[in-house]
């Protein structure tokens, strides 16, 4: 009891002081003064961030250096950091720092997360055609940290046993326009600078510049000539121990930005990736002897041998000894203490184990909230774009104005299927078995599954003729599809080809078919990839929970879900891979025991569900104020009396005003004040016979908290169609009459 009264007020001690930490506003520390740029107007990042974490602010802390970020950061001051590759690495070395996203710039005419060094020269300097040719010359580079515009080049030339003592004269200009005007001018010899910048300023001079050293057989991945290797860009890095959730919504905002918008212009970037592996610059600082690194490698073996020599044998003499007296006592108990050892190995390992488990599930779970309440806000827009834009359709157009509304309603069907699969990553959509072709799901999602792959990656699709059906929910199908591209992408980082094809087939106990199968008929989806191939001993384990071959970047969720769809449709999947040959995924799905013709998504005509008697009243209550309005013109379009309502509140005093009855009540399940649910009980005393129609954009599990579970109520989900709301309003007032 004691201990518990302790714990209470220790509780209510550091209460004020959690909530202190909770409401103060997140720092961003970023190196605003470099190469003579003026700092940027960060408001449209912070702004966006905040969107992302529920209204708390985010300042931006503008620093002069790499030394003052890492006084900031030792002095506990910064939150996130947006750090160049070396600033990165050196505050790996005194703190807990973790990249959540890699800086994306533009390379030419391609977005890329990589940066490399251009060292280059006028054009009509003939003798200076390679690297080593720069010995004995005036080099001018951008500055001693910059990564790309002088450490990558400067290992190269370390690789070619020059130093910096072989130049003629090496000096630094903070300016990218200055390092390349002198290189023009001849005031300099040699100019370095990073590639994508040179890029930009190539036809600068009047007589052209020239690239020295670049490799033979360039990386595909950077589409513009460079000196030197890839490195990674700068990183977005969280610091210190943070809350995971927040490090989780910083990310997923991050990963959300568009090139060019106000966020990535914010901070003069083209967007955000999944970050990549900072290891090679770790490498390459240990190799020059940067930063932290500066006394790494210098005292060799054998001169310390020669300068100790005296201590090191004494310590030897004296190690030997213990080890002697040591090994003597250990043997009665070396049985028992490898037994123990043993058993506590196991055990961490377990704990590790499941506390990774734990971290994966509680981050997905953080995005998957984020996206059901994005998922939510896009049906309550995609129910106004997508119903108007059908009533547009019904009228009459010139072909020209029909062919753009059309396209409206197209983009507005695909974004619905968008909101689906944000729905079906946060588990929060319920599946449509339906029977599929899977010729069409493959033709419709071609287009995302192209920008998957890249533009490095050739995409192969051959339809099978004549494809029976087979059951299961499109959205599902797609999130197969794109999971199964994904992994075949990344197994591939240099380029490749993936194909995609389908056919019939018939297992009848005997063939290269997975054993689980029973005899039948089967629709086969193969996915094949030439990338880098598998062990057999990471093929046992490619379907397990959480488990990746793609390090901190992976979840380990991407295939263990494609395993649980086929076989929630009573399917198989067969996989051959080999080391070197690439991989073959083979998915087999019953086929649908009857054929039925599902028809895709369609244009509404004008044929609405028949119009009652002009005496039915219907009350709309919708707290959004676009969607009621829809929805009243589209049930008085129908010849319908509407009454509307903002709220629960107000639908109340509508119905207890008035003495003439409500033949139907159409409400959304989530209102400001009183839900759906209680306005729903209120109005079947007052209206006993009278029917009750639920809508909403929000995921099942936040209308049945509400109390009202899809399939035991009438309910209409967002976005719905005129057509949709028309037939279900009539179906449900001729029951109420029947």
């Known amino acids: 009891m004691l201990r518990g009264v302790a714990f209470a007020v220790a509780w209510i001690i550091c209460l004020p002081a959690v909530a202190a930490a909770q409401e103060r506003p997140l720092r961003v520390g970023n190196v605003t003064s470099q190469f003579g740029a003026p700092p940027p107007d960060f408001a449209p990042l912070t702004d966006y961030l905040s969107t992302f974490l529920d209204g708390r602010r985010v300042e931006v802390v503008p620093l002069e250096s790499i030394e003052q970020m890492v006084q900031v950061v030792d002095a506990g001051q910064l939150d996130f950091v947006v750090a160049s590759p070396v600033a990165l690495v050196t505050l790996t070395t005194r703190h807990r720092v973790r990249p959540i996203a890699t800086v994306t710039q533009l390379a030419g005419d391609r977005v890329t997360p990589f940066l490399a060094g251009a060292v280059f020269v006028r054009s009509d300097r003939q003798d200076l055609q390679r690297l080593e040719d720069a010995r004995d010359q005036r080099v001018l580079a951008l500055s001693r940290l910059a990564l790309g515009g002088w450490l990558a080049s400067m290992r190269e030339w370390h690789r070619r046993g020059i130093s910096e003592a072989d130049f003629g004269r090496l000096q630094f200009d903070f300016s990218y326009q200055q390092v390349a005007a002198k290189v023009c001018s001849g005031a300099t010899d040699v100019g370095v600078l990073p590639a994508n910048v040179f890029h930009t300023l190539r036809d600068s001079c009047p007589g052209g510049f020239r690239v020295l050293g670049s490799p033979q057989g360039r990386d595909g991945r950077y589409p513009i000539t460079v000196s030197t290797p890839l490195y990674p860009e700068a990183a977005f890095a969280a610091v210190g121990e943070l809350d995971e959730d927040v490090v989780t919504r910083v990310a997923v905002a991050l990963l959300a930005i568009d090139a060019g918008s106000p966020a990535s212009r914010a901070v003069g970037v083209s967007g955000f990736t999944a970050p990549l592996s900072y290891t090679p610059v770790q490498q390459l600082m240990q190799e020059l002897r940067i930063g932290p690194y500066e006394s790494f490698g210098r005292l060799t073996f054998t001169e310390a041998l020669r300068q100790h020599a005296g201590k090191v044998l004494i310590g030897m003499l004296g190690f030997v000894s213990v080890l002697s007296f040591a090994f003597v006592r250990s043997r009665r108990l070396n049985a028992r203490l490898e037994r123990s050892i043993e058993q506590q190995g196991r055990a961490e390992h377990e704990r590790q184990h499941l506390e990774s488990q734990l971290q994966q599930s509680r981050r997905l779970e953080s995005i998957g909230r984020v996206a059901g309440g994005v998922a939510h806000d896009f049906n309550n827009l995609l129910t106004v774009i997508n119903g108007y834009s059908q009533i547009l359709l019904t009228g009459p157009l010139t072909a020209e104005t029909r062919d753009e509304v059309e396209q409206i309603n197209k983009a507005g069907r695909r974004a619905a299927e968008l909101t689906n699969q944000l729905l079906t990553f946060s588990r929060r959509q319920v599946t449509d078995v339906v029977p ?10 071609e287009p995302l599954l192209r920008r998957l792959a890249g533009e490095d990656v050739q995409l192969v699709i051959t339809p099978g003729l004549q494809l029976a059906r087979s059951e299961g929910d499109v959205s599902q199908t797609n999130q197969v599809l794109m999971n199964l591209v994904v992994n075949a992408r990344d197994a591939m980082p240099g380029g490749g080809r ?22 039948g008929d089967y629709v086969v989806l193969s996915v094949t990839d030439t990338g880098a191939g598998m062990s057999a001993e990471t093929r046992q384990q490619i379907f397990e929970p959480f488990f990746s071959t793609k390090g901190d970047a992976g979840t380990g969720l991407g295939l263990s879900t494609v395993y649980g769809i086929v076989r929630q449709r009573q399917g198989a999947i067969d996989v051959w891979s080999e080391p070197g040959q690439g991989s073959r995924f083979r998915i087999f799905l019953p086929q649908a025991r009857q054929e039925i013709d599902v028809e895709a998504p369609a244009v509404v005509t004008a044929a609405h569900a028949p119009a009652p008697v002009g005496s039915r009243r219907i009350l709309v209550v919708e707290d ?46 989530v209102l400001r004040g009183m839900n759906g649910r209680e306005l729903a009980e209120r109005f079947e005393q007052a209206f006993p016979a009278a029917g009750i129609l639920f809508t909403s ?22 976005p719905y169609s005129p057509e949709a709301l028309t037939s279900r309003v009539a179906e449900l007032l001729n029951s109420a009459t029947a």
């Open 498 to 519: 993936i194909d995609i094809a389908t056919e019939n087939q018939t297992v009848n106990g005997s063939g290269s078919h997975p054993p689980e199968l029973t005899p």
């Open 436 to 445: 599929l072709d899977l010729n069409t799901v493959i033709h419709d999602a």
């Open 697 to 718: 954009g929000y995921p099942d599990d936040v209308t049945a908290r509400k109390g009202v579970p899809r399939g035991s109520v009438a309910f209409l989900a967002k």
């Open 624 to 669: 959004q104020d676009d969607v009621r309005g829809f929805a009243t013109e589209v049930l008085r379009s129908s010849g319908y009396q509407v009454m509307q309502a903002s709220s629960g509140d107000e639908a109340m005093r509508f119905f207890e005003s008035r003495h003439e009855p409500i033949h139907l009540l159409l409400t959304d399940v």
